[in-house]
């Protein structure tokens, strides 16, 4: 079965710390994608990068990182120098390929809460 | 102009009205979905239209009903709800239906049923 587990509900740093968000998720096909989104205060889900299973190089994006384990089941995120504009909730989601014509849900995390305080 | 437009913003409604969500997207997508956000729950898919087409309903009751025009609008219409219905109400568009695809969402409609 699909399944995304976010373990940190909540977490809180002072401004310019690195901090990591979990990510482990669960699925039997060999052909998925991973998502990762950010949920500011105004409430629209804004996207931030998509991975698929065959692309297991990290990314760097700025002071965003993500590092891909297929070894793990994991898709981590690390934000380096955090800032308050990083306070936000963040969503990991997984989607399988699935077959032809066979959409497949999206599978969502239930977030974790970043509080990045001056 | 922003991507994913929602309106309005909040709306506060008795069990007995009658109201409806709008939606409205600039980007060019063909594909447009709404979820629903309740606190401590993961995201749920509630409806999916393809090309102005549904293409899923994930066993929402009768009291929402959807509407796609075209490819650039959707509605949510509400009657008859429950307090249980109060949640974010999120809309999103991708720019065709395939989960492998990103989506785009707007900033939502935060409903109370009173």
């Known amino acids: 079965a699909q399944k995304v587990t976010q373990a940190q509900t909540e977490i809180s740093v002072v401004e310019k710390e690195d901090v990591t968000l979990d990510c482990v998720y669960e699925?039997?096909?060999?052909?998925?994608?991973l998502f990762w989104y950010k949920q500011p205060p105004s409430g629209e889900l804004v996207f931030l990068i998509r991975r698929n299973s065959f692309d297991e190089q990290n990314e760097i994006s700025g002071r965003y990182s993500w590092n891909f384990q297929k070894s793990t089941s994991s898709f981590n995120f690390t934000i380096t120098a955090s800032q308050v504009v990083d306070s936000a909730v963040y969503f990991c989601?997984?989607?399988?390929?699935?077959?032809?014509?066979?959409?497949?849900?999206?599978?969502w995390g239930l977030g974790t809460s970043l509080a990045v305080n001056p | 102009e922003t991507g994913v437009t929602q309106t309005p913003r909040h709306l506060v409604m008795g069990m007995t009205n009658k109201k409806s969500l709008k939606c409205e997207q600039h980007l060019g997508h063909n594909a447009m979905y709404w979820y629903k956000q309740s606190a401590k729950k993961p995201l749920e898919l509630m409806f999916v239209y393809n090309f102005k087409e549904q293409t899923e309903n994930n066993s929402v009751p009768s009291r929402f009903s959807p509407e796609c025009p075209n490819s650039s609008h959707l509605f949510l219409h509400l009657h008859t709800l429950q307090p249980e219905d109060s949640a974010l109400y999120l809309c999103?568009?991708?720019?065709?239906?395939?989960?492998?695809?990103?989506?785009?969402f707007g900033p939502g409609t935060r409903l109370t049923v009173t």
């Open positions: 699925t039997r096909d060999t052909t998925y994608y």
């Open positions: 989601a997984l989607s399988e390929a699935g077959t032809a014509g066979n959409n497949r849900k999206l599978i």
């Open positions: 999103a568009s991708s720019q065709i239906q395939s989960f492998s695809y990103e989506q785009y």
